[in-house]
């Protein structure tokens, strides 16, 4: 059988990673190339003729609604599976109007995102932007699958802040999860944490900046003066911090986030 084609729009490092190590050996699906530049896509997708393209919204130069506007008006038209972050029905209905056969959340799981690429190539080619039973279908799975995404973070980070000590009666205990979770959506946010995370955290619980930042680094203290230096590396799988050595809210925020994408988040 005929490998399906598949082109990557993602200027997510992580991604690409992700997707040349699942992809390099496939028996259905042939990988042709990754493109991160939203000004190159159509031109790429123009060139290789996939069958599938996995796109994401957000890209430098050119935004992915535009991109994917382009590529349903190709002929032939692959399918394109909109790949994001950005974790709001709105995205997804309006990914759908303009084309798109699907819509699935990052990080992405191996078998889901096989099983979606099979299903892609299984259904027929419809104007998906006329079949509101269609959006209003993908939207009803997105926000379903999205809401236990949600409660299985919630549920993971509150058995691993038991574990390393972080009470859930302190203020840093909420802002400690938010930040985590936004981590795992946006990893390049770690590199913005004065600037975009605090702000945002602290606009979502009607408080400031500051008191975010003071409240997780307040967590963290309270983890470590508890003591429980051997449940911290536990966490991680290995000697990451001795007695002495407290890392910063960057630090840890980003630990865990790596840690949790790793466990397939």
């Given at each position: 059988?005929?490998?399906?084609?598949?082109v990557?729009?993602?200027?997510?490092?992580?991604?690409?990673?992700?997707?040349?190590?699942?992809?390099?050996?496939?028996?259905?699906?042939?990988?042709?190339?990754?493109?991160?530049?939203?000004?190159?896509?159509?031109?790429?997708?123009?060139?290789?003729?996939?069958?599938?393209?996995?796109?994401?919204?957000?890209?430098?130069?050119?935004?992915?609604?535009?991109?994917?506007?382009?590529?349903?008006?190709?002929?032939p038209?692959?399918?394109?599976?909109?790949?994001?972050?950005?974790?709001?029905?709105?995205?997804?209905?309006?990914?759908?109007?303009?084309?798109?056969?699907?819509?699935?959340?990052?990080?992405?799981?191996?078998?889901?995102?096989?099983?979606?690429?099979?299903?892609?190539?299984?259904?027929?080619?419809?104007?998906?932007?006329?079949?509101?039973?269609?959006?209003?279908?993908?939207?009803?799975?997105?926000?379903?699958?999205?809401?236990?995404?949600?409660?299985?973070?919630?549920?993971?980070?509150?058995?691993?802040?038991?574990?390393?000590?972080?009470?859930?009666?302190?203020?840093?205990?909420?802002?400690?999860?938010?930040?985590?979770?936004?981590?795992?959506?946006?990893?390049?946010?770690?590199?913005?944490?004065?600037?975009?995370?605090?702000?945002?955290?602290?606009?979502?619980?009607?408080?400031?900046?500051?008191?975010?930042?003071?409240?997780?680094?307040?967590?963290?203290?309270?983890?470590?003066?508890?003591?429980?230096?051997?449940?911290?590396?536990?966490?991680?799988?290995?000697?990451?911090?001795?007695?002495?050595?407290?890392?910063?809210?960057?630090?840890?925020?980003?630990?865990?986030?790596?840690?949790?994408l790793?466990?397939?988040?």
């Amino acid at each position: 059988m005929e490998k399906i084609k598949l082109v990557i729009i993602d200027d997510s490092a992580q991604m690409k990673k992700f997707a040349r190590e699942h992809f390099a050996n496939h028996a259905q699906i042939e990988l042709l190339c990754e493109i991160n530049d939203g000004a190159q896509a159509v031109d790429a997708v123009i060139q290789h003729k996939p069958d599938v393209v996995l796109l994401d919204l957000v890209l430098p130069n050119r935004d992915g609604y535009a991109v994917l506007e382009d590529i349903t008006k190709l002929n032939p038209t692959p399918k394109v599976v909109v790949t994001t972050a950005l974790s709001s029905s709105n995205f997804v209905h309006r990914a759908m109007q303009l084309g798109a056969s699907y819509f699935m959340v990052k990080p992405l799981n191996e078998l889901d995102l096989d099983r979606v690429i099979m299903e892609q190539m299984r259904s027929p080619s419809v104007v998906y932007n006329t079949d509101q039973k269609r959006v209003d279908a993908v939207i009803a799975q997105y926000s379903t699958a999205n809401k236990q995404r949600q409660h299985n973070m919630d549920e993971r980070l509150s058995n691993i802040f038991i574990t390393v000590g972080i009470p859930a009666h302190i203020k840093g205990y909420q802002f400690l999860r938010e930040a985590i979770k936004m981590a795992i959506d946006s990893p390049e946010i770690i590199n913005s944490i004065t600037k975009k995370l605090y702000p945002s955290i602290a606009e979502r619980f009607d408080t400031s900046a500051s008191k975010v930042e003071r409240a997780i680094r307040h967590a963290i203290e309270v983890a470590w003066n508890r003591g429980k230096i051997e449940n911290i590396n536990s966490v991680f799988g290995l000697q990451v911090y001795g007695t002495n050595e407290k890392p910063t809210n960057g630090e840890f925020i980003a630990l865990l986030a790596d840690k949790m994408l790793v466990e397939g988040c």
